[in-house]
Structures are given as structure tokens and as C-alpha cells.
């Protein structure tokens, strides 16, 4: 008679608040770090307004525009992240020769960035995500974008303000949007170029690659839905959980792994040890969950850029992203928000 699979245990959830002075000394290493953000940027824009009647022309309701807000997105979110943490983002990506692409830059000069490392591609409009909202309620998004890839000639310009960068680099984030602008060979070419620096590289994968794709990260921080594609298994319990962090760990070389799960926290994952360990959420009320992922990765790779160990990076990560899902769309963390906010769990 066959024996049942023995069902894996998971390391007991733990939540392990930092001290101010632990949190103020992390966040005093962290000032003036080089970080090299690589991947697709773009605009986040909120419509907000009212609801006050449906329309006659079809079943939908017509929102009366009160507020515009424009707010930097994708892999700019993460360098705006970064810069509001003390660190100095360097930020690549590709934006269009367009009135968006004009209201970037104006964006990145408003938030203190450089754009010395971005590129213009006239082909291609700017990354617009539209997010119209009444009261708490998302009604609608709308995105403008083109996901064909980026010409050859723009690939070898980009990799050549890349190496450029990473002279200067303390480490690197590669926020892959699927969006055109990394192809497997540029990845390829991009881990490459880190390794050869002695940079290491922090992935926050996109559900539509390969998990070869990303060989020769250090760490990814797939949310649970992009980890369930990029593995091909539905995560239901705690055993599947491990599994498909097995497999993330084993088809990208990598030896750490984060998959982010929302209310219930986080999974580290470590090469040589099969089970998850639980880190528990420190939200306690979620507003907006928009580029929560984001101030994720940049707390997380601040963090290991330091010598924090990956747990302590992921509990770092867990408490900013506490407070960012407090806040009314694509936002910001400071130190001092942290610390406070850490406090406050006390």
C-alpha cells in the first residue's frame, strides 16, 4: 500500500518588529546608495470624480472629473521609491517622443531623478496607465502603450548607458513590465555586464517570461499569481507554496526568492532549504495595493545592498509596504514613515 505524501511543514509566521535604532541605523547606511533600476517606465495618471447618475447613452456612470493627478510608474516608481529611502536611483527605460513623454521628464524633475540614463524612441508612445476613480471605487483603467520590441539600434544604446552605469552602481533592479523593452538576449547581456561589475541583481518578474530569462539574479520577488505562471502550478496550500519556490530557485539559479501574498505576507525561499518561511503582513488597513510591489523590491534590494540578511530585507520590505497600501494610489514611503509606523506596531 502506497504511503501518503508527508505534507511540508512551513516555519511558524513570526512577526519580528525592528527597533527605531535598528531601523534609523539601516536607513543611515542606505543614504547615497547607487542603485541602477533597469526596465520599462511610465506615467500612472488618476482621473478622480464623482458618480452621480448613469449615463442615457449606455449602462455606465458618468463621472464628473474633480482632480487629475500624474504620478511617475513602472520601473520609475521603483527609482522614485528609492530616492524618497535616501538612495540615488539611476534609472534606465525608454520613453516616446510625446506629450506623456514630456510630462515624464517633468515628473522625474519634480521628484529629483536624473534622466541621464533614459532613451527617447520617436516609434513608440509613453507608457500611460489611466485609473479612473470615484470616492474609494476604481471604475475603470486605461492603458496607453506599445509592447513591440525595441529596434536593435535602441537595444545597443540602452546596453551602453547600462555598462556606463554600472561603473557607478552599488547594485541593480531589473522590473520587467513586458512591455518591449528587455527580450531574453538583453537580459541575457544585462546579467552579464552586472556579474562582470560585481553588481547584483534584484528581479520583480513579469508573469509572461520564462523563468530562464531571469538566470542570474539574486533574489526575485514574484507576487503569488506571477509565481503560480512562471512555475505552472496553482499555489493552494502550503506544500504547492514551497514547490513553486523550489522551482523559481532551480529555473533561475538563483539562491533567494520572495513571493509576495498579499494579507498573508510573504514566503522567503533560500537554495538548500525546501520549505517556505512566513513573514506575516504588518498592513493593517490597505487602501491601495498600486506599486506596492514596487516599494518592495527597493526596500528589499537597499537592504541586501547593506548586509542585511534576506529575512531581515524582507521584513524591512513587508513594514514600508504596510504603510504604502495605506495611501490613495501609485505612493511613496519615507524613513521616517517607517520608523514611525514601526512603532506604532509595538
Known amino acids: 500500500m502506497a504511503q501518503a505524501k508527508k505534507k511540508t511543514k512551513q516555519k511558524a509566521p513570526h512577526l519580528e518588529i525592528p527597533t527605531r535604532t535598528k531601523l534609523a541605523e539601516r536607513f543611515e547606511q542606505m543614504d547615497g546608495l ?3 533600476v533597469i526596465g520599462d517606465v511610465g506615467i500612472d495618471r488618476y482621473t478622480l470624480g464623482a458618480v452621480e447618475r448613469i449615463s442615457p447613452e449606455a449602462p455606465v456612470p458618468v463621472v464628473r472629473v474633480q482632480e487629475e493627478r500624474l ?3 513602472l520601473a520609475a516608481n521603483v527609482a522614485d521609491n ?6 540615488e536611483p539611476l534609472l534606465c527605460g525608454v520613453i516616446g517622443k510625446d506629450r506623456s513623454g514630456d510630462d515624464f521628464k517633468a515628473l522625474l524633475k519634480g521628484a529629483g531623478l536624473n534622466s541621464k540614463y533614459l532613451a527617447v524612441d520617436a ?5 500611460l496607465k489611466e485609473r479612473i476613480v470615484s470616492e474609494r471605487q476604481q471604475l475603470l483603467r486605461v492603458d496607453y502603450e506599445d509592447v513591440h520590441p525595441v529596434s536593435k539600434k535602441l537595444e ?4 551602453s548607458q547600462i555598462t556606463s552605469a554600472l561603473k557607478g552602481a552599488d547594485s541593480v533592479i531589473l522590473q520587467d513590465y513586458a512591455k518591449g523593452m528587455i527580450s531574453p538576449a538583453f537580459a541575457r547581456k544585462i546579467f552579464e555586464a552586472a556579474a562582470r561589475s560585481g553588481n547584483a541583481v534584484a528581479v520583480d518578474p513579469n508573469a509572461k517570461s520564462s523563468l530562464d530569462f531571469y538566470r542570474g539574479a539574486l533574489i526575485l520577488t514574484p507576487n503569488r499569481s506571477e509565481a503560480e505562471a512562471l512555475t505552472g ?3 493552494t496550500d502550503g506544500t504547492s507554496l514551497s514547490e513553486a519556490g523550489h522551482r523559481i530557485l532551480s529555473g533561475t539559479d538563483a539562491p533567494h526568492a520572495v513571493i509576495t501574498l498579499g494579507k498573508d505576507g510573504m514566503a522567503l525561499f533560500e537554495r538548500g532549504r525546501f520549505e517556505a518561511e512566513i513573514i506575516p503582513t504588518f498592513a493593517r488597513e490597505v487602501y491601495d495595493v498600486s506599486g506596492a510591489g514596487d516599494t518592495v523590491i527597493s526596500m528589499l534590494s537597499l537592504a541586501l545592498t547593506v548586509g542585511a540578511s534576506v529575512h531581515e530585507a524582507a521584513t524591512l520590505g513587508n513594514l514600508a509596504a504596510g504603510v504604502v497600501v495605506g495611501k490613495r494610489g501609485t505612493a511613496t514611503v519615507t ?5 514611525e509606523y514601526a512603532e506604532s506596531l509595538r
Open 82 to 87: 528609492l530616492k524618497t529611502f535616501g538612495a
Open 335 to 339: 524613513p521616517e514613515e517607517v520608523i
Open 34 to 36: 547607487r542603485i541602477l
Open 233 to 235: 502550478m496553482k499555489i
Open 71 to 73: 504620478k511617475l510608474g
Open 123 to 127: 516609434a513608440r508612445r509613453t507608457v
Open 156 to 159: 545597443n544604446a540602452l546596453f
